[in-house]
Every structure is written in structure tokens, then in C-alpha cells.
């Protein structure tokens, strides 16, 4: 037993340290609106895919200029002919029973205007990613800026709830406190804590949407799905809208889906001339230089030269495709007048998107002095009431009716200073930053 004690000492000792060493959890991560773009687009599945789908037009358009230039491969080769007495063997083309092939060949297309074509619609096609990787981000701009704020939105309406909590709270006291003086009915006390109980459920409701906003947002931000981050608030910070003029400006010169269109129609047009080299001929030329013997040796028995190079030219010329170039031509046009159609759809949907968004932001933005007004009348209206409360001068129905208009007045300025910013990341998606 004596052993014992110290043993089961050391042993509590030791436990105790353990737990006085247990580091303390890291405090949430705060993200500005900043942080999170860096964070989405780190993460995001569909502009990762826009960006591969531009790397590989960009290769495609490589390809395309390569098949433009002269190429050089090195042939290797040995053919075997059964010998029949002769010096050629049974096959005559092959030149006799072995023959040896180590030559070098550079192939060049002189004229081939489907080539050219097709690089010129390599180009066009690599715009046209391009230009669907920017519609990509700025999508995923509005994305991330409707969520950022609908976070901020959602913790500010869990404090405006807690705030109407309290106020709640102290009502119940101050009736209470007038029931004890006999200055209030009992009725006075129970309607105040029925409207306590119901600000309880305000902020449980509060919590589980701010609760919810986190998950949704931990979506875009984290690959591994984390939830311990809150949103730096700057909804208080507001960006002055710029005049209509200078954003149908910025709308008409940098709008990724108005370039994404009209590379669509110089592709097509491109298109046209690669269908319509289908009735082309086409001429290349072929160098050879090396060893092509029956002998692999860079003289035959004789000391002759079996070490030589040759040329060929080749002229293509189509006769008939049973209307298959005539009927690629077709499609040509077709896909142009598709492409043309698209743009001028695309250019009035931009301006129509343009001016929604454009009213929805000046009238967001015209609002919030009136919200503001609201709240701050809501608040000393509140006030006032409870002083004449507490003087006997109204009933507590008007009480509570001053703190559910107060709690809405604050839902509606902090709703209305979300709406100007979405409003805005509305017009960016069109525009690009202003």
C-alpha cells in the first residue's frame, strides 16, 4: 500500500500535465470578400474545367500551326520478297528478294488551304475558351458574393435577434416590476412574455440560417468541407454606382460572352473556306535522303552509290465526292447563320440584363437612406414607448408592437444593404470590376 500511493501520484500528476498542455483550439478563420474569391476559384470545379478546356484549344491551335510547317521523320524498314530466280523475286515492286530502307523524309504541303483554314479556326476556338473561362469566373464571382453576403446578412439577423431578445427580457421585467407596484394588469406581464417566448424562437430560427449559410458557402471555399469560418461584415462599406453611360460602356467593350459570340462567327467563316477547299487541289512535296537497297550498305558490289536522295510532288486534285464537299459547305453556312443569330440574341440579352441589373442597383441603392431613416425612428419610437410605459400613458400592446417594428427594421436596413451588393455583383458579371 505504501508503493502504491505514490505511484497513483505520479500517475494523477502526469494526467493533470497532460491536460494542462492540451493546446487551445484555433480561433475561426475570418474571410474578407477577397479571401473567399481566392479561396473559390482555387476550388471550383466548373472554371478548373473552363481553364483545361482553354489549355486544350490552345494545344489544338499548336497542332494546327504544325500541320502548316514541313515535317521530318526518319524511316526504318525491311521487306522480304520470296526469290523466284530472278533479281526482283516474285514481287517485282519490291526490287528484289531483300530490301533495306534508312532514309530520312521531309514532307511539306505547298498549297493545302483546308489547312490554313483550319488554323485560323483553331485560333478562333481558342478565343472562344478563353473568353468562356472569364464568363466562368465571373460567374463564380456572383456566386461567391451572393453567399458571402447572405452569411453576413444571416449573422446580422442573429444579432438583431438576440438584441430584441434582450429588449424582450427587460420588458418582461419592467412589467413585472409595474405589476408589483400594482401600475400593471397581469394580462401586461403575460403578453410581454409571450413575446419573449416568441423572440427565443426568432433566434433559434436566426442561428439555424446563419448556421446554413455557413455550410452552403463551405461548399465553394474548401476542398475539405470545413465549417469553423465566419465573413469579415463590410455591408456598411458601400461602393457609390457608377452612371449607366460608363457601365454600357464597360458592358459593350468587355463582356466575355459578346467576344465568346463573335469568335463563334469568325470560326464559322473560317469554317466555310476549310469546307470549301473540298474542291481544291492540294500540292506537297516529298524528300528523301538515305538508303533504300537490296544491299544495307552505302555501296553495292559494283561501288556503286546505294546512299541517294529523291523528290516527289504530289497534286491532288478531287473529281468527285458524290456531293460531299458540296454538302460540308452547306453545313458551313448553316453553322454561320447559327453563330450570327447567337450573337445578336447575346447582344440583346446584355442589354436587357443591363438595365435590370442597372434598376435593381439604383433602386437598392436609393432605399437605404430610407431604411436607415426607418431604423433609426423605429428605435426612438421604442424607446418613447416604453418611457410612456413606464407613465402609465399606453398599453402594453403598443410596446410590443414598437419592438416587433424595431426587430423588422433592422431585418429590412440589413437586408437592403445585401441587396445593393448582389445588385452590384449582378452588373459585374456583365461588365467586369468598376
Not at 530490301?99 to 505547298?110: F, L, Q, R, S
Not at 449573422?155 to 400593471?184: C, M, P, W
Not at 414598437?402 to 427594421?409: K, M, P
Amino acid at each position: 500500500m505504501p508503493r502504491i500511493l505514490p505511484i497513483l501520484g505520479l500517475a494523477f500528476a502526469l494526467r493533470c500535465g497532460a491536460f494542462a498542455q492540451t493546446p487551445t483550439p484555433a480561433p475561426p478563420l475570418t474571410l474578407t470578400l477577397q479571401d473567399a474569391m481566392e479561396r473559390a476559384k482555387a476550388v471550383s470545379q466548373q472554371l478548373l474545367s473552363a481553364d483545361i478546356a482553354a489549355r486544350l484549344a490552345r494545344e489544338d491551335k499548336v497542332q494546327a500551326k504544325a500541320a502548316l510547317l514541313p515535317s521530318v521523320n526518319w524511316e526504318h524498314g525491311f521487306i522480304y520478297t520470296q526469290p523466284n530466280g530472278t533479281d526482283t523475286g516474285i514481287f517485282v515492286a519490291n526490287n528484289g528478294p531483300r530490301v533495306y530502307t534508312n532514309m530520312a523524309n521531309v514532307h511539306g504541303d505547298v498549297y493545302a488551304p483546308g489547312k490554313r483554314a483550319d488554323y485560323q479556326m483553331a485560333i478562333a476556338a481558342e478565343a472562344i475558351a478563353r473568353a468562356k473561362v472569364e464568363i466562368a469566373a465571373r460567374g463564380l464571382t456572383a456566386v461567391v458574393v451572393q453567399n458571402f453576403y447572405t452569411m453576413a446578412v444571416a449573422q446580422r439577423h442573429y444579432n438583431n435577434a438576440r438584441r430584441s431578445l434582450q429588449e424582450s427580457q427587460q420588458f418582461v421585467d419592467i412589467t413585472q416590476k409595474q405589476e408589483a407596484g400594482g401600475e400593471a394588469a397581469h394580462s401586461d406581464v403575460v403578453k410581454a412574455q409571450l413575446t419573449l417566448d416568441q423572440r427565443q424562437r426568432d433566434v433559434q430560427d436566426a442561428q439555424l440560417a446563419y448556421d446554413k449559410a455557413r455550410i452552403g458557402f463551405a461548399v465553394f471555399l474548401f476542398p475539405d468541407f470545413r465549417q469553423d469560418f465566419t465573413v469579415a461584415d463590410d455591408l456598411d462599406r458601400l461602393t457609390p454606382l457608377a452612371a449607366f453611360s460608363e457601365i454600357e460602356a464597360l458592358a459593350q467593350k468587355n463582356n466575355p460572352d459578346i467576344r465568346a459570340a463573335q469568335a463563334t462567327i469568325t470560326q464559322q467563316n473560317y469554317g466555310i473556306k476549310s469546307a470549301r477547299a473540298g474542291y481544291l487541289p492540294t500540292l506537297s512535296l516529298d524528300y528523301f535522303y538515305g538508303l533504300n537497297a537490296n544491299q544495307y550498305t552505302l555501296h553495292n558490289e559494283l561501288g556503286q552509290n546505294n546512299l541517294g536522295s529523291s523528290v516527289i510532288a504530289s497534286l491532288n486534285v478531287p473529281v468527285w465526292t458524290w456531293g460531299a464537299a458540296r454538302s460540308k459547305v452547306k453545313q458551313a453556312e448553316l453553322r454561320l447563320e447559327q453563330a450570327r443569330t447567337d450573337l445578336s440574341f447575346t447582344q440583346r440579352q446584355l442589354l436587357s440584363n443591363l438595365h435590370s441589373f442597372y434598376l435593381e442597383a439604383n433602386v437598392a441603392s436609393s432605399q437605404m437612406a430610407s431604411l436607415k431613416h426607418s431604423l433609426d425612428l423605429s428605435d426612438e419610437s421604442l424607446k418613447l414607448t416604453l418611457l410612456r410605459y413606464e407613465a402609465g400613458e399606453v398599453t402594453v400592446l403598443e410596446v410590443v408592437d414598437a419592438q416587433t417594428t424595431l426587430f423588422s427594421a433592422r431585418n429590412a436596413y440589413d437586408d437592403g444593404l445585401a441587396r445593393y451588393r448582389l445588385a452590384l455583383a449582378a452588373l459585374q458579371t456583365l461588365t467586369g470590376a468598376f
